[in-house]
């Protein structure tokens, strides 16, 4: 392990464990010693774990309350009943919707959709969004999706008024569950599937595959056909990166199923759309694309205006409209972004040195509601620590959103706040790195306190150094084009990570491109590399340690190897 105290906060870089005996399995099954040594470390010991096909994804009925839904939506669907879905304003919330909406009119259902503006009603359903849905679409039945399994009072009003609710959700749940008709969450208390990462747009889907069956065991389709649910696994690619769940083997699968079909060209027009406002090949299409291209685009809809213009791009077969609506959610995402840029300045005004806490909590009453997610997760960034943002909420309130770092579960220690004092939070959820939150506007300071008295006793100081995991050295033999494509045609992300490798080099030139970032030209072991880091201008001594990964440039249609540098350090002269 090297240290050091590089940028904002002290930082280390560590190389990821290997698995022997699962890298000594993987060569005897034909994997490249590269490879094999990569997916040793990653969880993966059996050359089955890496199929791709449908075929391979984990059984619908493995779910606990799916059988039982299909059935209910089954006989809704014989008897006509209007059903109403109830979106979140995330770009998983509204793949999910369009994965719903799409499917169950194809199954014959009457269904529509209602998606909560944020700003006036904020998330999942509330009792004032079921009195909403009342008056716009007076539904027998009520689906959530990526929201609902907090939603005691909302799911209350609705039995009240005589409205069946099915969730269909992955968060976590409370201490109590909704009198919902039924539930399907895989993180449900009892339900033994074996993914628990699965996306909101996930969990619908399989909802769907479930149906068919239903529909199928009941005879539908000795006189129609059968409708194709693969058509929509682009939209469940989108939604499970851009919600930065966890890629597990069945997670991976139903991207790299999704990534197909959009680089074939078969993705829908909202996607295509997507990708050529932001000047993007559907050709070369990655994970990384849908994360930081596609998804923003779309969680600006939900971020400034409202999700159902992010939810229209993606049901619509009409490609002159998609490309309308794409245009339109380009704009809205570069209004997010000088949003976020004041609004991260102003916050570095506030924090002009690392924090001598172990939390960050920060509020002004100027910022923008739907951008604090972002903010926070640049703070979270810079200063490794966990973070909060709030903006101004309704009369009296503020919104706050959070991200944490490893070994901050940071929905618990909201739970534990809770317990503590059950007057300060007046609603919260999330994950473990991403939570949200509601309290008054008069008990910031007091939130300030409870969080960072609460993280002192769940993390300790050792956390607080930001940890750069590696896969080691690479050899100069293997650091080449060729293994740069055979990286690129893997699905990496969240608890899956695209390969870093981590050696000295000597720095033989290097220029400012761009305003703020660095072009290089490195050396090692007389083999010269290209290679740019981004966002620093500032020159690099003459030798260091990096972190980098192996990309493909594509330049005036010729490809070449780019390292890109994501960390680097001076090298020590005991390591000269």
Known sequence: M??????????????????????????????????????????????????????????????????????????????????????????????????????????????DYLV????????????????LAITQHQPDILITVDNGIASIDGVAAANAAGIKVLITDHHLPGDHL?????????????CTFPSKHLAGVGVIFYVMLALRAELRERGTYRTQTEPNLSQWLDLVALGTVADVVKLDDNNRRLVEQGLQRIRNGRSQAGIQALLAAAGREHERVGTYDLGFVVGPRLNAAGRLTDMSLGIECLTTNDATRAAEIAA??????????????????????????????????????????????????????????????????AAGELKGSGRSIPGLHLRDALDLISKRQPQLILRFGGHAAAAGLTIAESAFATFQHAFESVAQELLSAADLTRQWVTDGPLAVTEATL?????????????????????????????????????????????????????????FLPEQIEASYRLSTNHYKGASTLQLIIEHWQPVSENNL
């Open 482 to 538: 060729a293994q740069a494509d055979i990286i690129a045609t893997h699905v990496w992300g969240q608890g899956f990570p695209e390969p870093r490798f981590f050696d000295q080099f000597k720095v033989i030139h290097q220029r400012i491109v761009g305003t703020r970032h660095l072009k290089l030209r490195l050396a090692r072991e007389a083999v010269l590399f290209e290679a740019i880091l981004f966002g620093q201008a500032e």
């Open 116 to 131: 909560p503006n944020r700003f006036e009603y904020g998330y999942g359903l509330t009792p004032e969004i079921v009195a």
């Open 178 to 190: 909704p009198d919902a008709w039924c539930i399907v969450n895989p993180n449900q208390p009892g």
């Open 328 to 393: 339109q959610l380009d704009q809205l995402n570069h209004q997010r972004r000088d949003i976020e840029a004041d609004m991260q300045a102003s916050a570095l005004a506030e924090l002009a040195e690392i924090p001598s806490g172990y939390t960050l909590s920060v509020y002004h009453p100027q910022w923008h509601q739907g951008v604090i997610g972002i903010l926070a997760s640049r703070l979270r960034e810079q200063f490794h620590r966990p973070t909060f943002a709030f903006a101004t909420g």
């Open 2 to 111: 090297t240290e050091a105290c590089h940028g904002s906060v002290a930082s280390s870089v560590t190389i990821r464990a290997v698995n022997p005996e699962a890298q000594e399995h993987l060569l005897g099954q034909g994997i490249s010693p590269l490879m094999a040594r990569l997916y040793a470390a990653r969880e993966i010991h059996d050359i089955a774990q890496l199929a791709t096909d449908l075929s391979a994804l984990l059984a619908p009925q493995l779910m606990l309350g799916i059988t039982q839904m299909a059935a209910h939506l089954a006989d809704a669907i014989a008897a006509q009943r209007k059903l109403l879905i109830i979106a979140d304003y995330d770009a998983d919330g509204a793949t999910a919707c369009a994965v719903g909406l799409r499917a169950l009119r194809q199954f014959g259902a009457t269904v």
